[in-house]
């Protein structure tokens, strides 16, 4: 049979959050989007619990903070097992927050085909070639094989990614070297154990408001074979063994092994292809940070692809993908490494524990590692100003005489200009001819302004340009918004402001 063809702007491939978020992202941006996943249904495993103060800053930034609820948060995380306050971070949302994986991907799976996109399920990417401008992607499903044309793939498959392998890059960093087993069970009343180490090997466990009772354990001495599936009956001799605990009287919701590898993607874009999420770097789930880490891939992808796809992205836009997230993500790799270090010290103490947990009683040591366990750390850059490059912090603003907040001025999916008091005429007259990318307004200079009179923001809330003149402001413009649509001052029809296609029309076959 003739295998039917669709064509997309975008398709993304694995309907995790990160290939979720990315394509509200690109819907945010105006371009059109078709998500595709192997799984008829989506998982109902437990998996990730955690969201990091910065991952919930950029939710409030989409306006998906209410659909979370109420969730719990906790003041205090932990590095490599030793707690770590998190609640003197500089943000409204400082600690972690826990939401189960699938209710975060049930809102942001609502929130995509809200915007538009088309999320369908029950198809497999098998094949990818590139061609010119078109990637040509093969999917089998249910009804056979359908071919979809897009302009650009976007690879959410998760740590074995499929788009990642026929795009021939490259996934390297250390193999595992414990295997860690994991339990979800109901029906049992165990003590806390917050990362405990133990002769026998580290045992974790922890009871949900919903009565369920997380167990981890990884035994000392034990195998590192990931490969091999965990069963009931052997994470309950392993728990006897380590904690000494009888838990074979428990329903087992979900089991399952994981190890502490720690891949990176040699690249995170192959021409027309890119990757995102666990596609782009495996790592130890340590305090959510994979979930993350993630996460913030793909707000900084969405709005840098849907530039490209529109046609009005300068030079190199798409490029900065890999150049910021490739180092943010090696960044987070080296820190779970080091916490596996010290999880996995074990009866073989190297002294390694001890001293770090009287470091970290130093508040600079703290501040640096809560920051990072945050999210909040992320530097892109070094520029004149010290913000540059970094998340800018929430200020009170104006818009048009109005007040609001710099997150709620971010829901539009568009840069920022702020006047952060008494920059005057040469503020605005910059602006001119990017006001269909980038939103004007005034706030409450704060003290993390560190003196700047006048802020540009990125649509992902990283600081693009910070400073008391105008000085580098309209190259900083044009880095990150393209040409200028006319010359300042020049009369002109308002160019328009970004295009919202209409939502995917094509379907495949059921
Ligand atoms: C078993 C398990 C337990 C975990 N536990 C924790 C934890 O306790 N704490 C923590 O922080 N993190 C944990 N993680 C990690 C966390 O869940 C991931 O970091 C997060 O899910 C990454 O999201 P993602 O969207 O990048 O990838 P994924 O969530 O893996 O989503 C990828 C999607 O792509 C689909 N897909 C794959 N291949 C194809 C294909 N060829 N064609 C179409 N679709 C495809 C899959 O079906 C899947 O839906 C766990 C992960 C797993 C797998």
Do not use: C
């Given at each position: 049979m003739r295998p039917a063809s669709v064509d997309v702007d975008v398709l993304v491939v694995g309907a995790g959050p990160v290939g979720l978020l990315l394509a509200g992202e690109l819907r945010r941006g105006g371009v059109d989007v078709l998500v595709v996943d192997r799984l008829a249904e989506p998982r109902t495993e437990s998996r990730a619990s955690t969201l990091s103060a910065r991952t919930m800053e950029l939710l409030d930034e989409r306006g998906l903070?209410?659909?979370?609820?109420?969730p719990p948060r906790e003041p205090a995380g932990h590095f490599g097992g030793i707690p770590l306050d998190l609640s003197a971070q500089p943000s409204r949302y400082a600690g972690q927050w826990k939401v189960p994986q699938p209710v975060l991907e049930r809102i942001l799976a609502d929130a995509a085909e809200r915007a538009g996109a088309r999320v369908q399920r029950g198809h497999e990417l098998v094949g990818l070639t590139q061609t010119g401008d078109t990637v040509h992607a093969r999917l089998t499903g249910a009804s056979g094989v359908v071919t979809v044309r897009a302009a650009y793939v976007a690879g959410c498959d998760g740590e074995d990614s499929t788009v990642r392998r026929l795009a021939g890059i490259a996934f390297t960093g250390p193999a595992a070297t414990h295997r860690i087993l994991r339990a979800d069970l109901r029906g049992v009343q165990l003590p806390r154990r917050r990362f405990e180490l133990l002769p026998g090997g580290l045992a974790i466990s922890a009871r949900s408001p919903d009565g369920v009772t997380r167990i981890m354990v990884a035994e000392t001495g034990a195998d590192a074979d990931v490969s091999r599936p965990a069963t009931f009956e052997e994470i309950t001799l392993v728990w006897k063994r380590v904690t000494g605990e009888d838990v074979s009287g428990a329903e087992a919701l979900w089991v399952n092994a994981f190890g502490d590898a720690s891949r990176q993607a040699e690249r995170y874009r192959e021409r027309r292809v890119l990757l995102a999420g666990d596609a782009a770097h495996q790592q130890l789930p340590a305090g959510g940070q994979a979930l993350n880490l993630g996460l913030q891939d793909a707000v900084n992808l969405g709005w840098k692809l849907a530039a490209v796809v529109r046609g009005d992205a300068p030079p190199g836009l798409l490029d900065s993908y890999h150049g910021e997230r490739h180092p943010a993500g090696r960044r987070v790799l080296a820190n779970i490494q080091a916490q596996a270090r010290l999880l996995f010290d074990g009866n073989r103490p190297s002294g390694a524990r001890e001293l770090m947990a009287e470091l970290i009683e130093q508040p600079t040591v703290r501040d640096l590692l809560a920051s990072g366990i945050s999210g909040l750390d992320v530097c892109y850059a070094r520029g004149?100003?010290?913000?540059?490059?970094r998340r800018a912090p929430e200020l009170a603003a104006r818009q048009t005489g109005l007040p609001t907040t710099t997150t709620r001025m971010l829901r539009t999916g568009r840069g920022l200009l702020l006047d952060l008091g008494g920059a005057g005429g040469w503020l605005r007259a910059a602006w001119q001819g990017w006001g269909h990318r980038v939103e004007f307004g005034a706030a409450e200079p704060g003290?993390?302004?560190?003196?700047?009179?006048a802020v540009l923001v990125r649509p992902d809330g990283i600081v693009a340009w910070a400073g008391t003149?105008?000085?580098g402001l309209r190259e900083a413009l044009r880095t990150w918004f393209g040409a200028a649509a006319a010359p300042a001052g020049a009369a002109a029809a308002p160019p328009p402001r970004i295009r919202t296609a209409p939502p995917v029309a094509t379907r495949l076959p059921a």
């Open positions: 903070v209410p659909s979370l609820g109420d004149p100003h010290p913000l540059v490059g003290q993390a302004y560190d003196g700047a009179t003149d105008g000085t």
